[in-house]
């Protein structure tokens, strides 16, 4: 089955840099990866997502880069604003709504004012 | 549109009760929902994927006796924990899918005393 990795566990940055996130997956029949940001006691919301025939997206201040090849997508923030702070998961999955996704481990961003 | 509902937010149970948990698709029909668990600081794990009118699929590990899915309409799924412990304590997560994007419910956290 799929494994997603997801590094790093823990981002402190200062409001106004940047964030990044990073995954690996393992399955490379896995075609879409979406993000999500989840804030405390709450559900995952996707806040972006990229599909294999696309090696970037980008979306005001968040984007996604996909590597097929070596099977990584990164998750970029910019001007990060404190409402930015959550737990972010990456997720892979072969594409259909029937599709069970599989979450990395999920990275604590913390935006410090 | 695409809105998942989940009852109860909360419960608090005795040991050995069992505890039903209800995921609608309040406007689209899914055939296909999964249930997910999440432990305090720990990303979701897939537990099954429901699937309406047949037998759910269970992820390795996840006791098909002890977790009771059915999926009798394409707009609910319910989760029995049956004969709950202490360990089963955990904030649940269904989500459904459509157009190639899951939805997912706001959580029930259970406790079990």
């Known amino acids: 089955g799929e494994n997603v990795e997801q590094h790093p566990s823990t981002l402190s940055v200062q409001e106004g840099d940047s964030a990044v996130i990073k995954c690996t997956y393992s399955?490379?029949?896995?075609?879409?990866f979406p993000w999500y940001k989840q804030e405390l006691g709450k559900r995952p919301q996707l806040i972006i997502d990229?599909?294999?025939?696309?090696g970037e997206k980008k979306d005001q201040r968040i984007a996604v880069t996909l590597n097929k090849t070596a099977k990584h997508f990164s998750l970029h923030i910019t001007e990060t604003q404190p409402e930015d702070s959550a737990v972010y998961f990456c997720?892979?999955?072969?594409?259909?709504?029937?599709?069970?996704?599989?979450f990395g481990t999920g990275t604590r961003l913390q935006v410090t004012l | 549109g695409a809105v998942v509902s989940q009852h109860p937010s909360w419960v608090i149970c005795k040991s050995g009760t069992s505890v039903k948990i209800e995921c609608r698709s309040l406007?689209?029909?899914?055939?296909?929902m999964f249930w997910y668990r999440q432990f305090p600081k720990q990303s979701l794990m897939l537990m099954a994927t429901s699937n309406e009118g047949s037998k759910a699929t269970y992820e390795q590990g996840v006791e098909k006796d002890k977790f009771l899915i059915n999926h009798a309409s394409l707009t609910l799924s319910t989760l029995t924990v049956t004969s709950a412990h202490p360990e089963d304590s955990s904030f649940y997560i269904c989500s459904a899918g459509l157009e190639n994007e899951q939805f997912f419910g706001p959580g029930t956290r259970l406790t079990v005393l």
């Open positions: 990229i599909r294999s025939n696309v």
């Open positions: 997720a892979a999955t072969e594409t259909g709504t029937a599709s069970k996704l599989t």
């Open positions: 399955d490379s029949a896995s075609n879409y």
């Open positions: 406007d689209f029909q899914a055939t296909t």
